[in-house]
């Protein structure tokens, strides 16, 4: 079992940063992959990044290339998400997850924090 609490949103103008946490409890989570998805108002959860269980392998969606930076350090059973330049269309609760599958299906899993809210104004 794992379980995972977010923690680092709030409001910021854009083109601005911030940098989101995962903190997650269980043994096993080091041997998990894990990622970030987001909901805006009215629309369905997306995926945003993933990682490999130990770091090494990275996905993106491609809205948040070359802006958000997914990182872990397992030493802490802990994930980040550093998000940089950000926009209004950022805007969303954002979710950590955790799975032990493997990354090759990089958009589905098992465990889930409460979220974040995430707001970028104009």
């Known amino acids: 079992q794992v379980q995972l609490v977010e923690s680092g949103g709030g409001l910021v103008q854009a083109g601005g940063s911030l940098r989101l946490s995962c903190a997650a409890s269980g043994r096993t989570f080091s041997s998990y992959k894990t990622g970030w998805f987001r909901q805006a108002p009215g629309k369905e959860r997306e995926f945003v990044a993933a990682?490999?269980?130990?770091?090494?392998?990275?996905f993106y969606a491609d809205s948040v290339k070359g802006r958000f930076t997914i990182s872990r350090d397992n030493a802490k059973n802990a994930m980040y998400l550093q998000m940089n330049s950000l926009k209004p269309e950022d805007t969303g609760i954002y979710y950590c997850a955790a799975d032990p599958s493997s990354l090759y299906y990089y958009t589905k899993y098992g465990y889930w924090g409460q979220g974040t809210q995430v707001t970028v104004s104009s």
């Open positions: 990682i490999s269980w130990n770091g090494g392998t990275t």
